[in-house]
């Protein structure tokens, strides 16, 4: 199959397109549900006889079956419709071509009891054949409407076709000449490499012109499915034991704060570009010490915590880039903080609201945070700029989109609980094709995610250096 490529998918009004799914028409799975279980006792046939000889026996069938007993199709679920008389002469006349013990495995599924004309002459006490195996075995091998046991059986559905009268195919035509040659002519022939994409696009032309059964497809999918367990792909990264280098580099973190904080006690009190900017730095130190102290590394909590340092970090560097077109922006910064925290403040004071009780948003001190600060601090400042500007604007402004592409759009998924986030944490996939390879949700929390220790550290590497530009730290901490 040809790799996805980037490349290879359209922009359409800001939304990608794969190139198959601009395909008018075109059901994904549809083959695998749908049409494969009223043919996939052909796959039984052509497992046993091979594509020649195989096709060439189920083509004597459904020749059979369309001209004795006027079944259009031989749908197995159409077959198991007629009268006794009908299924009786239908598979007596399949065991004159096909052995017995070959159809044997599908008396799993269509037991005596239910459909007593098949199992008759199929069914033997005797045999020492797993029919669960076959039958899970020959599932993996059609479940890919791509695979050559599914485009011999496409094929198959297009002599159905043929002999009905459905379709007709003018001489001279390349479509022709692939399907005239495409049972005789081995899979390994370069030919087919091309014919077998021509049958397949044939036989998804006819899907509209075959009444296939949906209560039987049913029947067939419960069956296989409740024939074996599920068998769950977990996805576990290996987590470290021992967390000597991540504490050592944490501490080393906290000595730096310790040393900003007490450069602007002591000498720059009353600098808000140096509070906001070791504040910053603070918050992010912070959050990678909870990522360290609680081991998060391999948690959903760690691609938040790395999405929110590598945004502090553009917000340092972005808020010492405007700081020429605003000089005032570190006031700017704390009044448009506090105003935002102040209008969440006013809805817990509104009387004529339901206020929330025991909520983790504390009244009380929130409010006196707010009175404990300058009336200075609230001035009504031009602050639109900063939530104006998206944090992609701002990581292309100061340089640092790489880190926007690669990481914050990626952790971002999981803050807003996407669906990419959701099917690499939660979503485990059952490796059972008789299961259709369906998802289960993994609430025992057995799977965990790669861990974000390397580009936690990377990130806060970034944001030192760059504080040191404008703060130079002592040569130790380099
Ligand atoms: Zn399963």
């Not at 549809?30 to 049409?35: L, P, S």
């Not at 195996?133 to 479940?143: A, G, Q």
């Not at 990377?458 to 130079?472: G, Q, R």
């Amino acid at each position: 199959m040809e790799k996805l490529k980037l490349e290879n998918y359209k922009m359409k009004k800001g939304v990608l397109v794969a190139p198959f799914s601009e395909l008018p028409g075109l059901r994904l799975g549809n083959w695998t549900y749908q049409r494969l279980p009223s043919f996939f006792w052909f796959a039984l046939i052509l497992k046993e006889y091979d594509h020649s000889d195989g096709l060439e026996i189920c083509g004597k069938i459904i020749k059979y079956i369309h001209d004795t007993h006027k079944l259009e199709f031989p749908l197995f679920s159409e077959i198991l419709k007629l009268d006794e008389t009908q299924q009786v002469d239908i598979f007596v006349y399949v065991t004159t071509l096909v052995e017995p013990k070959v159809l044997y495995p599908l008396t799993l599924i269509f037991s005596y009891s239910k459909y007593p004309f098949f199992a008759k002459h199929f069914y033997d006490d005797d045999l020492n054949i797993d029919r669960k195996k076959v039958l899970m075995e020959l599932i993996k091998d059609t479940y890919d409407n791509q695979s050559e046991l599914s485009s011999d059986l496409r094929f198959l559905i297009i002599w159905s076709a043929v002999v009905a009268n459905k379709v007709k195919f003018m001489r001279g035509l390349s479509i022709t000449e692939a399907l005239t040659n495409y049972p005789y002519t081995p899979h390994s022939d370069d030919n087919m490499r091309l014919w077998r994409p021509s049958v397949r696009a044939t036989e998804l032309g006819l899907q509209d012109i075959i009444r296939y059964d949906s209560d039987f497809n049913m029947f067939f999918w419960k069956e296989m499915s409740e024939m074996t367990q599920c068998e769950l792909f977990v996805f576990h990264y290996e987590e470290k034991e021992n967390f000597d280098e991540e504490k050592l580099y944490v501490d080393k973190c906290k000595k730096i704060a310790e040393y900003y904080n007490g450069l602007f006690q002591n000498f720059h009190p009353l600098d808000s570009k140096m509070e906001v900017l070791i504040s910053i730095y603070g918050y992010s130190y912070k959050r990678m010490l909870e990522l360290v102290e609680h081991n998060l590394f391999n948690q959903i909590s760690g691609r938040s915590i790395v999405r929110n340092i590598i945004e502090n970090y553009i917000m340092i560097k972005y808020l010492v880039l405007e700081e020429t077109n605003h000089p005032n922006i570190w006031k700017e910064f704390v009044s448009y903080g506090l105003g935002q925290l102040k209008l969440i403040l006013l809805k817990y004071k509104d009387k004529s609201r339901n206020i929330p009780v025991d909520s983790h948003f504390n009244v009380d001190y929130i409010e006196s945070i707010l009175d404990s600060e300058t009336d200075e601090k609230f001035l009504n400042l031009d602050t639109r700029y900063f939530d104006k500007k998206n944090i992609r604007e701002k990581a292309i402004s100061v340089d640092e989109k790489d880190l926007f592409d690669f990481y914050y759009d990626y952790d971002s998924q999981y803050e807003h609980g996407l669906w990419g986030a959701i099917r690499e944490s939660i979503s485990v996939s059952c490796n059972t094709a008789t299961h259709q390879y369906h998802h289960t949700i993994d609430y025992e929390n057995k799977q965990n995610l790669s861990s974000v220790w390397n580009d936690c550290k990377k990130v806060m590497d970034k944001t030192i250096i760059y504080l040191n530009s404008i703060y130079p730290l002592p040569e130790k901490f380099i």
